[in-house]
């Protein structure tokens, strides 16, 4: 038998991209995606050398690490939305071309599709923390359910039912319209909200639409959810009627159509959307600081979509 060489630490590195697409998944926060890699790789080289080539494979190994540091995290994050200011809601992130400072490392980008949508990160945040991560090691990254099974603690039928739960409640996210369909509803919105057309704001509302803000208790928004489309469209009227001097900007939210508003070329909120049937169901408006890391890159050269 011949001796297995060490895992090169380029090879280890390699993995980063992937860890951190599966920690922003299970997080729904790039800061705290970007701690529990840092976590892993700390373990990862705490080990010595001989340990480390003991592990077969250490891309799985890699895997199982993060995926178990972010199920401490969920549970712990429980008790800190206890005390934060108002809704908490994923942190959004920008198509990789606007991704800006150390985040053009393509390492450091999340690659953008349906499991990333705020829609389906909204969703999953409800979810309980052994749920989030069977359903994305499994259904998101194919991991076989006895995989899941050592990673969450649980048996692989046990994984398979919280699997299957979490796959029930993202049916409504998956059912999205195409990007295209999406982006002709909030250009739109957009539109009406700059005349500040209540009439064709309210048109463009489902009946239920909602809105939630997430201002982190660092700059001022609602606290709780407006519901109903008049509501919703006579608080975006109001919004744009106090906010002076703000531009409304085309962007990719989390792979889908929305919107930055910037003030003196910086962006200070992000919008996601939910259509369906033509109409805006949900607003995710996210204005908290701390949470638009990635948009720096948005700057005020960069045209708006519609040729702005």
Same mark, same amino acid.
């Given at each position: 038998?011949?001796?297995?060489?060490?895992?090169?630490?380029?090879?280890?590195?390699?993995?980063?991209?992937?860890?951190?697409?599966?920690?922003?998944?299970?997080?729904?926060?790039?800061?705290?995606?970007?701690?529990?890699?840092?976590?892993?790789?700390?373990?990862?080289?705490?080990?010595?050398?001989?340990?480390?080539?003991?592990?077969?494979?250490?891309?799985?190994?890699?895997?199982?690490?993060?995926?178990?540091?972010?199920?401490?995290?969920?549970?712990?994050?429980?008790?800190?939305?206890?005390?934060?200011?108002?809704?908490?809601?994923?942190?959004?992130?920008?198509?990789?071309?606007?991704?800006?400072?150390?985040?053009?490392?393509?390492?450091?980008?999340?690659?953008?599709?349906?499991?990333?949508?705020?829609?389906?990160?909204?969703?999953?945040?409800?979810?309980?923390?052994?749920?989030?991560?069977?359903?994305?090691?499994?259904?998101?990254?194919?991991?076989?359910?006895?995989?899941?099974?050592?990673?969450?603690? !649980? #048996?692989?039928?046990?994984?398979?039912? /919280? *699997? =299957?739960?979490?796959?029930?409640? $993202?049916? +409504?996210?998956? &059912?999205?319209?195409?990007?295209?369909?999406?982006?002709?509803?909030?250009?739109?919105?957009?539109?009406?909200?700059?005349?500040?057309?209540?009439?064709?704001?309210?048109?463009?509302?489902?009946?239920?639409?909602?809105?939630?803000?997430?201002?982190?208790?660092?700059?001022?928004?609602?606290?709780?959810?407006?519901?109903?489309?008049?509501?919703?469209?006579?608080?975006?009227?109001?919004?744009?009627?106090?906010?002076?001097?703000?531009?409304?900007?085309? !962007? #990719?939210?989390?792979?889908?159509?929305? /919107? *930055? =508003?910037?003030?003196?070329?910086? $962006?200070? +909120?992000?919008? &996601?959307?939910?259509?369906?049937?033509?109409?805006?169901?949900?607003?995710?408006?996210?204005?908290?600081?701390?949470?638009?890391?990635?948009?720096?890159?948005?700057?005020?050269?960069?045209?708006?979509?519609?040729?702005?």
């Amino acid at each position: 038998m011949t001796e297995r060489a060490a895992p090169a630490s380029s090879d280890v590195m390699d993995e980063r991209r992937q860890l951190l697409n599966l920690t922003y998944r299970l997080l729904g926060s790039l800061a705290d995606a970007e701690d529990a890699v840092q976590e892993t790789y700390a373990r990862w080289y705490a080990m010595t050398p001989a340990e480390q080539d003991a592990i077969t494979s250490p891309g799985a190994w890699l895997t199982t690490v993060a995926s178990r540091v972010c199920l401490d995290l969920l549970g712990s994050a429980r008790a800190r939305r206890e005390r934060y200011v108002g809704a908490w809601l994923p942190e959004p992130l920008p198509e990789p071309a606007e991704w800006g400072g150390r985040r053009a490392d393509p390492a450091d980008r999340i690659t953008l599709d349906e499991s990333v949508s705020m829609a389906f990160l909204v969703v999953l945040d409800a979810m309980t923390p052994a749920e989030r991560v069977a359903f994305v090691l499994h259904d998101v990254f194919g991991y076989p359910f006895g995989e899941v099974a050592a990673i969450v603690g !649980r #048996t692989a039928a046990a994984c398979r039912q /919280l *699997a =299957a739960s979490a796959r029930r409640r $993202v049916g +409504a996210a998956r &059912a999205a319209p195409a990007p295209a369909a999406q982006r002709g509803v909030v250009r739109e919105f957009k539109r009406a909200w700059e005349a500040k057309d209540i009439e064709a704001l309210v048109g463009l509302l489902d009946p239920d639409a909602t809105v939630v803000a997430d201002g982190g208790g660092l700059v001022s928004t609602v606290t709780r959810p407006i519901v109903g489309g008049d509501q919703v469209g006579r608080f975006a009227l109001g919004m744009a009627e106090r906010l002076v001097g703000l531009d409304l900007l085309e !962007r #990719t939210v989390n792979g889908r159509p929305g /919107l *930055a =508003a910037q003030r003196d070329g910086a $962006v200070v +909120a992000v919008f &996601a959307f939910d259509v369906a049937d033509g109409r805006v169901r949900h607003v995710w408006a996210v204005r908290n600081p701390e949470k638009l890391r990635p948009w720096i890159a948005d700057r005020p050269d960069m045209r708006d979509r519609d040729g702005r």
